[in-house]
């Protein structure tokens, strides 16, 4: 699934600063298209592919664009750019900025804050905002593995903190409290990977549901707490049930490796949000997951595999910028 071949030495420039956009764009392309470029049209897929160079010229605006290589393709004649049907597509930000934001949130334990890329890039809040959304969108495995041998699975809830202090809490500021934190469902296969997603209802339907369709049924063992969504959980299969009132390990059964991922997630998010939109924590989720996904690969390979993912297709859902609801 990866896409190797990068040059040597390329991910010096991507650290230090000095990758040029002429730069960027061939190191992209040739980790889109490592046997050489094809057609980007779906209808199309032809491999015999010229190369234009499109002089530079200043617009209106007085941005300077250009000059830039574009390719044709010899059955259909249509051109098209190396970042043609991929996350980048039409954004107004260089490539070489996307790549080497890409590297830091590859090479980075805990997310990195739009904030921090609006500071270090020059961009504007709204444009390195979207641009960390799009990248954690691009973290999101499309076609993922069903989990199998021994899974825990877990919910936990993020956000919707006490307002106003602690000690004055009424059972009503409980109540919005409680209403304000957004359900997390997980699932973990031992020394495996995560399956994590914002679950606006935690009901014994959307669990059962998640979890059938999430593992391999003949070959799961599962693992939870005794919490009544998963009762019915036993006719579908084996279950183990760790009773957290009265114990933690019971020899197999335990849900730690789950809770030690929501501990990941929860610390990152710290201090974060009040109450936050499902939409955007589902972004963060899916950060968290790829990381904890690619955990034992280089920081290389991390970047390697995100950038392939690129162009599984382009960020179709609209996000409205919310520029105070970042870690900083
Ligand atoms: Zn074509």
């Not at 574009?70 to 098209?80: E, G, N, P, Y």
């Not at 199998?148 to 202090?165: I, M, N, Q, S």
């Not at 197999?252 to 998010?269: C, D, M, P, Q, Y």
Request: charged fraction near 30%; include cysteine; proline fraction near 4%.
């Amino acid at each position: 699934m990866h896409r190797e071949p990068t040059r040597k030495g390329d991910l010096v420039t991507l650290t230090d600063g000095t990758l040029t956009e002429a730069d960027a764009r061939a190191m992209f392309e040739r980790m889109r298209w490592p046997n050489g470029p094809v057609c980007t049209f779906n209808d199309c897929g032809g491999s015999e592919i010229y190369r234009l160079v499109v002089a530079g010229k200043t617009l209106k605006s007085g941005r300077v664009v250009g000059p830039r290589e574009l390719f044709k393709c010899k059955a259909c004649r249509r051109q098209f750019s190396v970042t043609k049907g991929t996350a980048f597509e039409d954004s107004k930000i260089p490539l070489r900025t996307w790549l080497t934001v890409m590297y830091r949130m590859c090479s980075s334990k805990k997310s990195v804050s739009a904030r921090q890329i609006e500071r270090e890039f020059g961009l504007s809040h709204r444009a390195a905002w979207f641009m960390c959304h799009r990248i954690r969108w691009m973290m999101t495995d499309k076609n993922p593995d069903r989990l199998f041998g021994t899974v825990e699975a877990d919910e936990t809830y993020v956000g919707g903190k006490h307002r106003g202090p602690q000690r004055k809490a009424t059972t009503e500021s409980r109540r919005l409290a409680y209403h304000s934190k957004t359900p997390v469902f997980g699932m973990v296969e031992r020394d495996g990977d995560v399956r994590a997603m914002v679950m606006p209802k935690v009901s014994q339907k959307n669990v059962e549901h998640t979890i059938w369709n999430n593992v391999d049924r003949a070959n799961t063992q599962l693992m939870t707490d005794e919490h009544p969504v998963y009762f019915h959980m036993a006719k579908m299969l084996p279950h183990g049930v760790i009773r957290h009132e009265s114990e933690y390990v019971r020899g197999e059964v335990h849900t730690n490796t789950i809770e030690s991922f929501w501990a990941i997630l929860k610390r990152g998010l710290v201090g974060t949000y009040h109450h936050v939109d499902a939409g955007y924590l589902n972004m963060y989720v899916n950060e968290y997951e790829f990381r904890h996904n690619s955990r034992k690969v280089s920081d290389r390979e991390r970047f390697l595999k995100l950038a392939s993912q690129a162009s599984d297709g382009r960020l179709m859902w609209y996000v409205k910028p919310e520029p105070d609801e970042e870690p900083s």
